[in-house]
Every structure is written in structure tokens, then in C-alpha cells.
């Protein structure tokens, strides 16, 4: 279930890499305070994925280390 938050960011992800993505947020947002979508499955080429995030510095955390 998607947490009722404005805090809302969508990435491009390449194949394989989306584990590597939840594990940061497992290990550094608050527990149950996150969630993700996918818009568009990856495959060949990127694929789209929204975060969302009830915290604000959860927010502006995966921000900073994804850019």
C-alpha cells in the first residue's frame, strides 16, 4: 500500500538494479514510510519506478543519493 504522503519522485531504473534501490531504502527510511510503483517495468531500456515517502528527509535523502 502506497503511504498518503505529497513526497512522491519517479527515477528511471535500469534492469538489475532495483534491488540495489530497495535496499537503501530499507536500510536508511523509516520502517513502513516508503513505498514504490512501477510505471513502466524495465527491460531492454530503463524502466520507470515512483517512490513515495511520508518523511521529508527520507524525501530529500534518496533525492541526494540518487543524483
Given amino acids: 500500500m502506497l503511504p498518503n504522503t505529497n513526497y512522491k519522485i519517479e527515477i528511471p531504473v535500469n534492469y538489475g538494479k532495483l534491488s540495489s534501490i530497495l535496499g537503501w531504502c530499507k536500510d536508511n ?9 512501477i510505471t513502466e517495468s524495465a527491460g531492454r531500456d530503463a524502466g520507470l519506478y515512483e517512490f513515495y515517502f511520508q518523511d521529508e528527509r527520507d524525501y530529500v535523502n534518496f533525492i541526494l543519493w540518487k543524483t
Fill in 29 to 37: 527510511c523509516k520502517e513502513n514510510e516508503w513505498a514504490y510503483k
